[in-house]
């Protein structure tokens, strides 16, 4: 399950998760938010185990950026931090993982 806040919602095509699973991230925006964006995820213990710019915000749409995708490594929440390099749009989200 994700809790999402902020411009930039957060949503995981894989649910519910567990330990071991590959997480489909993506992501939608009210406004016409302008690439890029940055994106960095937090595991449980609060270390970076993803982090990248995205040229294009995968919306699961049609012709859309392919969904971000990592794997679980183990249980608690991962932090999920999206945001416009260049713009003042930003999401946060956490990703409940049993």
């Known amino acids: ?27 939608r925006s009210d406004e016409e938010a302008s690439p890029p964006f940055n994106l960095r995820i937090k595991g449980p213990a609060g270390k970076v185990i993803l982090e990248r710019v995205l040229r294009e915000l995968p919306t699961g749409k049609p012709q859309s950026a392919a969904p971000v995708q990592f794997t679980v490594s183990g ?24």
């Open 75 to 98: 249980t608690g929440d991962y932090k999920i931090e999206i945001w416009q390099l260049y713009g003042k749009s930003r999401g946060d989200a956490v990703l409940h993982v049993a």
């Open 1 to 27: 399950m994700v809790e999402s806040s902020g411009d930039i919602e957060t949503f995981s095509k894989t649910d519910p998760v567990g330990a071991g699973d590959t997480v489909q991230l993506i992501f």
